[in-house]
């Protein structure tokens, strides 16, 4: 049977914990890329008031959030659609869709050809690569597969990659191929410096073949909760209504996304903790030879081991010895063994991730000149 692919992603605690008898409360977890700041203060006052929530169903239509985030991004009530996390929403747009052929840059996250593969579409994988320090160029096989695809999921700023396409650059693809549906996943945008500069949220009022992503989780720290948007043209937004499911999120979610939306403190601190940290994690993988990291504007860098006997797999394994997670990138298309995908956390966290990888680094050069 032809399977749409295996679940593989970062933040599988639980797995790794049990498999070597640990506590997953005790690992330092790299391997997802997750704000370290949160969860905000307000989440925690929802939660202490959440019982009167699990009693009454939660507003299938989310209408009071869908409100405050309508107000907040300056677009239609009646073009943002609230789903349980990004993921339920790129499922329900390749569903809704039944797009035959489904355009995907990458490498990317990878549930969008998972999506793609469930509706029962073919899928394109359009490359960058590490030449171009995986920035895209709309090359001549790029135009020629858009212009067959009705559907293209493009993630900015792109997981594992960390690279940035500017609003520009989205504009020119948006308009360049007014019969595909551009789905542009903004699930790691809130981290830029300046997100509005880069949003493509203001096009959805003037571009019906537009749809925007946005996720709450990895921002407000809260995966374990799911909260995440579509925004696009009122047509289409009741368009994929018509395909989702009642109730998927819950009371306490919509609770907490609606004060969320109100947050301004954490999303500064945050601004301002993230460029110091990554750079300071950056300064000391480039110290360690072997290692590359990737120019990354997000709070994940994808490093390149070029190191004779090293790769992910096998970091990945000692580093757990260490209770350290991180993320094997070699299952991302397009991406081999040879990266790993590495979470910007808090000083100490990262202190103890770069001590480790340097001792690693260190018994692994001893061992090969031992064998010389
Ligand atoms: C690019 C990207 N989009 C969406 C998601 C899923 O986010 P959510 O938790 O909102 O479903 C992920 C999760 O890793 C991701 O990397």
Not at 36 to 54: C, I, R, W
Not at 120 to 131: D, F, N, R, Y
Not at 134 to 144: E, G, V
Not at 222 to 233: A, E, N, S, T, Y
Request: proline share 6%; aromatic share 8%; glycine share 6%.
């Amino acid at each position: 049977m032809n399977t749409p692919g295996r679940f593989v992603h970062g933040g599988d605690l639980q797995r790794l914990a049990a498999e070597r008898r640990l506590d997953p409360r005790d690992l330092i977890d790299f391997s997802s890329s997750i704000n370290p700041l949160g969860p905000p203060p307000v989440v925690q006052q929802v939660l202490a008031n959440a019982l009167e929530l699990v009693k009454v169903y939660p507003d299938s239509n989310s209408r009071a959030l869908r409100h405050k985030l309508a107000q907040a991004w300056s677009v239609p009530e009646a073009s943002v659609l609230v789903g349980n996390g990004t993921t339920e929403l790129i499922f329900l747009i390749a569903r809704a869709m039944k797009s035959h052929t489904v355009a995907i840059f990458g490498p990317t996250f990878s549930e969008y050809e998972r999506a793609a593969k469930m509706a029962g579409a073919h899928v394109e994988h359009l490359l960058s690569t590490a030449e171009t320090n995986f920035s895209w160029n709309l090359t001549d096989h790029a135009k020629r597969v858009l212009a067959q695809s009705p559907l293209c999921f493009l993630c900015n700023p792109n997981n594992p990659t960390g690279a940035v396409i500017s609003r520009e650059q989205s504009l020119r693809l948006v308009e360049s191929f007014p019969q595909t549906l551009f789905v542009v996943d903004e699930a790691f945008l809130d981290f830029l410096p300046d997100p509005g500069e880069v949003s493509m949220l203001p096009y959805t009022k003037t571009h019906s073949n537009l749809l925007v992503l946005r996720s709450f989780t990895k921002f407000y720290s809260i995966p374990g909760l799911r909260l995440g948007m579509v925004v696009g043209d009122p047509r289409r937004i009741r368009f994929l209504e018509a395909y989702k499911e009642p109730w998927t999120v819950n009371g306490i979610a919509l609770a907490i996304g609606e004060r969320l939306v109100e947050e301004k403190a954490f999303g500064a601190s945050t601004r301002a903790w993230l460029p110091l940290q990554r750079a300071s994690l950056v300064a000391a993988l480039k110290e360690m030879v072997g290692l590359t990291p990737i120019p990354s504007e997000a709070n994940f860098v994808l490093v390149k081991i070029d190191r004779c006997g090293i790769h992910a797999p096998w970091l990945q394994e000692c580093l757990l010895r260490e209770k350290i997670v991180i993320r094997d990138a070699s299952n991302f298309e397009g991406l081999d063994p040879s990266y790993m995908r590495l979470a910007v956390k808090n000083s100490l966290q990262n202190e103890i991730l770069v001590t480790a990888l340097r001792q690693l680094l260190a018994s692994s050069h001893e061992l090969s000149t031992l064998g010389q």
